[in-house]
């Protein structure tokens, strides 16, 4: 399965600029009264989607084709995988956030990152001033930087260094009105000098300015128990990622419930989709399979 973390460093976030339309196209036109009768029971629960679910439909047929598919499915909140110097999918903050509430849905997240070094301090911290302006003018609750470098010579101090730079760029967020936070995979699971990653950065990062997206499926097929952690830790995550091997639902592997409860339980508002691998090689499919599995099922609100 190809992660995120992956995607966003070898692709360099690729623009879907080219791909947009010039003028959106309405989503409602001819519709039936059964038609629109039916969407309205589709929409009845607030569930959100991470873009990167349909990225190469984005870059296939654009940002406009992808947005208009997933409000017909009956997604409310959205979270972005594609930022580059100052632009949303090729768009300003302003024609996307145009784009997306047109379409009777809100941006609520970003995925976005840099890697750090002290070396380049200052020339990641501009690139971050220039990303919070650009969310800040989306609207966007969250930014969220989906990945970390480590490798096997990574050391506690290495991530310690990162949990300052994170809580750096979490102040520089929070005077924007915006919640900086990390979303994790599976490798923040393994052990450095017998301490887990993922441990360390909650124990280290400056808790009044980053939060933390948590991935349920990766926290469980890292090792960890996603409702253990969000019982022990309420103040810290903010967001969710509801993923499992491919579709929401069809592995088997995951118990959703007890998850739903506790993160309810813990007030959390902000959750997304993200469907990253496919049975059928069809993300549109598999990512209105997931919408219906969490739509049908009763512990989701």
């Given at each position: 399965m190809q992660n995120r973390?992956?995607?966003?460093?070898?692709a360099g976030l690729l623009l879907a600029g080219g791909l947009v339309a010039p003028q959106l196209l309405t989503s409602c036109g001819g519709k039936t009264k059964t038609d629109?009768?039916?969407?309205?029971?589709?929409?009845?629960?607030?569930?959100?989607?991470?873009?990167?679910?349909?990225r190469d439909m984005?870059?296939?047929?654009?940002?406009?084709?992808?947005?208009?598919?997933?409000?017909?499915m009956g997604y409310k909140n959205l979270e972005t995988a594609n930022y580059d110097n100052g632009k949303i999918y090729g768009l300003t903050p302003t024609e996307f956030k145009k784009m997306v509430e047109d379409l009777g849905m809100k941006c609520t997240s970003a995925h976005l990152g840099q890697d750090y070094s002290k070396e380049k301090a200052s020339e990641v911290m501009a690139w971050w001033d220039k990303a919070i302006e650009a969310h800040h003018q989306l609207g966007t609750t969250f930014m969220i930087q989906p990945w970390m470098s480590t490798n096997d010579k990574t050391t506690l101090d290495d991530i310690k260094m990162y949990c300052d730079y994170f809580s750096q760029v979490g102040q520089k967020a929070k005077a924007a009105g915006i919640t900086f936070g990390y979303h994790n995979h599976d490798f923040e699971f393994r052990k450095i000098d017998n301490q887990l990653i993922y441990d360390v950065m909650l124990d280290n990062v400056?808790?009044?300015n980053v939060c933390f997206e948590m991935d349920v499926y990766w926290v469980q097929h890292g090792g960890g128990d996603p409702v253990a952690y969000l019982k022990n830790r309420p103040d810290q995550f903010k967001a969710?990622?509801?993923?499992d091997e491919k579709e929401i639902g069809a592995s088997g592997k995951m118990n959703f419930e007890p998850i739903f409860n506790q993160?309810?339980?813990n007030g959390i508002q902000d959750w997304y989709v993200e469907v990253e691998a496919y049975t059928n090689n069809d993300p549109v499919a598999s990512v209105q399979q997931s919408y219906d599995f969490l739509n049908n099922a009763d512990y989701v609100k």
């Open positions: 973390r992956d995607f966003l460093r070898q629109a009768a039916q969407v309205a029971t589709k929409t009845a629960k607030n569930i959100g989607l991470q873009l990167y679910s349909l984005v870059k296939n047929e654009g940002i406009q084709k992808v947005l208009e598919t997933v409000s017909k400056d808790k009044n969710i990622h509801i993923k993160m309810y339980a």
